[in-house]
């Protein structure tokens, strides 16, 4: 037995770790662009990288490290994603860490922004020399990271354990728009002072991502930073394989909800639960087919049940499937089953009455099979192309 | 030896072929809705068909007739899909032609519009009644089967041959924004005098739609209702089979060309040529993968030659590529090469001025390989989002 408490604030809440943004004059208007972790112990270290095969550089610096490597320092930067950067966006990274005033082992970096920039060295330099490492001001951390974010995200937990022992776990990422074909790039950084073995990172890492971020974003269509990256202190010596993996999943879900409800101008946040599928690998198929089509997200920002666009790309996306068998709700208001459109004015005014909601769902039950796979996205609206048309600017 | 002209007018321009287009009262304000290809001798008939697994009920009712069954009548109508509308979808076709007052053999339906609503039988039926077989009047055919184009598409060929002899080869289609993930349908009538073989029919357009149609839409990707039809009547006796696959694949080209200009608000016709590929496949994959997405069509509207977005596309894709390897350019304003930025102010104002033009190439040199692919596409505005927010009203 276990309970997991949400508390306020930031991973800085975490005995041992630190934190702070500043301005470095990366970003305009003297916003926040530059951040750090700091953990006064030795932490290990476990990450999950984009699948994009071009790796940006401080992917490629991290994986130059030694296999169980410790660190202790972050350094998170936005507005540049030090990506297709070539050697030169790599030997920058070192030339950063070389030039700051700290005692840092083995330091990891992070980075975000337009793709095919220069990192701005000395700008970099110049605001990371500013740093305080005792300073515990996880909100500023938050801000720092944002690109295209709406709001800053962040999630906290405590976890106690039967025995009374407890440790606290806690995230702060950026990301918006992030599903494909979006590739808007997702950070997410990941803090516990749980005495969470070193192969238990892995496999909870590896195992939650499946139902969080690869539930908002396709397999291998990913930005060629993104990253999720955990860190452990193990302060406290409490640790339950259980608790730790159940309390992960929770911080690993709501980052990936606050990414798609902050999906770039998107104001609805919509899960597509595809049942009975033949595979899992079908149910997943189809629920992200949903989750990223223009045409259904188009209708979603128009409020308009159109089921029409559904089944058109239940049927599209190559899975196995029968008109016959198909049942497609608005959470439980059904439209289409098996062959037979329920979609009278009644209904439809039923139907059009859950789109006017910010969260809802959409059920597409395949009837052939007992696989089911959620996925989770939003609207396209206007908005998403006023942001998107000149980003660099 | 042979020559293509381009001439003038619609399908009716060909020997034995007559079409109209009427209000049947399916659209609002007196707009065509409702037209047929009439042929007054019986012809040879291929179709291609969409890979959505939701067939629409025209569909099925096509394949239904046996093997190389001869017609002499196609009846089209916009405004319903007649898709996901079982086996009364079908049963309706029947109605609408055991309903009509003409000598037909083996008639054709063909349909466009919203997804699941029961086709309007009678209005179909009283339109219908009025048609004149022998009227000429493609422009109005043209019309009645327009969605959300903007205008309406024909390509119309002459033939000469080098014994004197000649053939005529024609097209009217519909089809906008119907690139992955769109969705929106396409259909596709192809007619012709010339006296080609039944099995060229099918190895013309097979081998055809691959670089036309195919290079507009992701394979398996399409609508409930896609369908490429081809009808011969053979009255001229002129047939040589280079001469008809140049001509079928101009017709072709020229359709998919004009779908996408026409897609639904797009001001941008690209082509995304992907070049040294390691396979025919993965050179394909690239190329769609960049006319679908969502960030690189965004940037296209904005005109902003941000190419950081086209390498994460290709990075994404799953394809063999090497970012030493990889030439960006657009048109021959090279944006990077092998590890190199060459985006100075002066080059980005090069490319910036190249994003200006209604027509333009974006070329990815991979440089691992040898085989290539063009894939077109549009940009994504505001307009995008006003047509599909709200379709079925």
New interface residues.
Partial sequence: MFTILPIKGYIDQIDGFFCDGIHAGLKANNALDLGFIYSDTLCDVEAIFT????QAAPLKHYLMYEKDFKTNFVLINSKN?N?????KGIENINTVFASLPFELTNPIMSSTG?????LPVEKIVNGAKTFNLSAKNGENLSKAIMTTDAYSKTSMYEVKLEDGSSFKIGSVAKGAGMIN????TMLCFICTDAAVPKEDMKEALKLNSQTTFNAISVD?????NDTVLLLTNKKSNAYNKEAFFEALRMVMHDMAMLMVADGEGAKKAVAFEVKNAATYEEAQKAAK?LS????VK??L??E?P????I?????????T????KLIISYNDVIV?KE???F?DKEQEAKAASVLQNDKFKIVCDLGVGTYNFTAYGCD???K???I??????
């Fill in positions: 699948e994009n095969k071009f994603a990506a297709l950067t070539g050697k337009v793709i095919a920039n220069p074909p979006n590739l808007a291998g269509d990913t930005s060629t087919a990223n089509s223009l045409l188009t209708a920002f128009g308009d159109n089921f029409g666009r089944a058109s790309t239940i049927g599209a996306s190559r899975i499937c029968d008109e016959d289409y062959g037979e459109i979609f396209l609206g206007y998403y192309v006023e998107n048309a000149d980003y660099r600017t």
